[in-house]
């Protein structure tokens, strides 16, 4: 159904990564292009809107290792023993502890000179597990009574790992045989990046680790991040500005990864599937949503890149309503494509979708 990472692959395109000086082609950007030293900083990352803001922070004081490349679904990443073992030379791994078990593992055998868990700066909210199971609740509330507030993760990232599970294992007791993530399960949404908030509270602890490996470009970091922040700022406007006036307040989609855009824009998300974009919605929770879909007037069913449309599809078949789709933001779906060209085109989306003025 979805786009597995297969290890020869990986091992070759890890390899081919690793042999170049240059920055990921995945996250291009407007960094400022000077600086003070020809120091080269190592950076591995584990998800795309990372490998973004690393890339605009960074620019060519920075090589970039992407250990999810271009079109490859993140939630179930799997790395190869070449990536593991190569990881020890870098001197920075950015990642989201608890999100990619895969990672977690490799991070704590095989640690680079610099560990950055963006998990205490992501601004992470509680998964409702009650919500995403989808089975005989009513919801016909308001968009604020699905947004999750109060649940706001300021701890340490040891607070967001698989909440109702036993933590006293070690991190190959949390790596969920057969490599099947049900995200469901999580104990946090970990899709904190479609809130270009969130974005810039990450890049400001990205920034302030680049500055503790590479102290003598600092002022070309805070340049860049001062970039960085008025872009997110203007994305986190034009969200809010274009989904002010809608004729609806509820989108749908495939399943439940636009959290965070929905808490930003007052909107309100309805999934077919709760976190985990490889569970199939349950029979109750189809006719749950057609049943909203006519009450409410919907005419669009959102799906993604990397997740099968066809239960969408077949669904909105029997509606009469169309499909579109609507980014993630978790990959890099074309190469001239960025963070804020996904975003901006996500936001035209649920514009028209929602009939906004």
């Given amino acids: 159904m979805r786009k597995k990472l297969i290890p020869v692959v990986a091992s070759l395109f890890f390899l081919t990564a690793c042999a170049s000086n240059t920055p990921s082609e995945g996250a291009k950007g407007t960094a400022e292009g000077s600086g003070n030293s020809a120091k080269t ?27 999810a490349p271009a079109g490859v679904e993140p939630h179930d990443l799997e790395l190869s023993p070449q990536q ?20 977690d593992k490799a991070a704590d055998q095989n640690p680079p000179k610099h560990l950055l868990d963006i998990a205490p700066s992501a601004n992470l909210v509680d998964a409702d597990h009650d919500e995403h199971e989808h089975e005989g609740h009513d919801h016909e509330g308001t968009a604020e009574e699905h947004e999750h507030e109060g649940h706001d993760h300021e701890g340490t990232a040891e607070g967001h790992e698989h909440e109702g599970h036993d933590h006293e294992g070690t991190a ?9 993530h049900d995200h ?25 680790e680049l500055v503790k490996i590479d102290p003598q470009n600092q002022d070309y970091y805070q340049k860049n ?6 872009q997110m700022k203007d994305l ?40 985990d974009p490889e569970a199939a919605p ?8 057609s049943k909203l879909v006519k009450e409410r ?9 990397l997740v099968s449309p066809k239960v969408a599809e077949t669904l909105s078949k029997d509606l009469g309503i169309k499909t579109e789709v609507l980014s993630p933001i978790e990959t890099q779906s074309e190469e001239k494509e960025n963070y804020a060209t996904m975003f901006t085109k996500d936001i035209d989306q649920l514009s028209k979708a929602l009939e906004c003025q």
């Fill in 84 to 103: 593991v073992a190569t990881l020890p030379q870098a001197d920075l791994l950015v990642y989201l502890k608890g999100f990619q078990s895969a990672v």
């Fill in 225 to 230: 991040l001062q970039k960085l922040e008025a």
């Fill in 172 to 180: 190959e007791e949390h790596e969920h045989e057969g490599h099947h």
């Fill in 236 to 275: 986190s406007t034009l969200a809010i500005d274009k989904t002010k006036n809608c004729k609806h307040r509820t989108f749908v989609t495939t399943h439940e990864a636009f959290g965070y855009l929905a808490k930003l824009t007052n909107l309100e998300q309805e999934g077919l599937s709760g976190l």
């Fill in 282 to 289: 349950s029979p109750a929770r189809l006719a749950e949503i």
């Fill in 41 to 67: 900083v190592s950076v591995f990352t584990s998800l795309y809107p990372v490998e973004y803001l690393v890339q605009e922070i960074g620019g060519d004081k920075v090589k970039i290792n992407s250990l």
């Fill in 184 to 208: 469901d399960n999580l104990g946090f949404d970990p899709h904190f990046w479609l809130n270009p908030n969130n974005m810039s509270s990450v890049a400001k602890s990205i920034t302030e």
């Fill in 297 to 305: 007037g919907l005419n669009t069913i959102f799906t993604e890149e």
